[in-house]
């Protein structure tokens, strides 16, 4: 099972840039399509953006798309989510999981990492 470590998190303000990782244990890593979620406080786990297992035909949420940009390097068991003009309604709890499918639903994802804080302030 692969096991999955986010960093990068921290505080902003409102129009900052963050680049999230997440390291992956195993080589299997590329063999999986990998994708990002975020929780707010009191609301539920949302789908960020997905990337296949070559790093291809990426996909973002409409809250995010022309902002956040989901890449990952095999070489490196490493994706990454780059987060340009982050805004207070970004700030959440980001977690990266892998899935046997390209999927948008967190059902579909097996493979969850701790998750990483992001706090933008206004």
């Known amino acids: 099972q692969v096991q999955l470590v986010e960093s990068g998190g921290g505080l902003v303000q409102a129009g900052d840039s963050l680049r999230l990782s997440c390291a992956a244990s195993?080589?299997?890593?590329?063999?999986?399509?990998m994708g990002w979620f975020r929780q707010a406080p009191g609301k539920e786990r949302e789908f960020v953006a997905r990337?296949?297992?070559?790093?291809?035909?990426?996909y973002y949420a409409d809250s995010v798309k022309g902002r956040f940009t989901i890449s990952r390097s095999n070489a490196k068991n490493t994706g990454y989510l780059q987060m340009n003009s982050l805004k207070p309604e970004d700030t959440a709890v980001y977690y990266c999981?892998?899935?046997?499918?390209?999927?948008?639903?967190?059902?579909?994802?097996?493979?969850w990492g701790q998750g990483t804080q992001v706090t933008v302030s206004s």
């Open positions: 195993e080589r299997t890593f590329s063999d999986y399509a």
């Open positions: 999981a892998t899935t046997g499918y390209l999927a948008t639903i967190q059902q579909a994802y097996r493979n």
């Open positions: 990337i296949t297992w070559s790093g291809t035909t990426p």
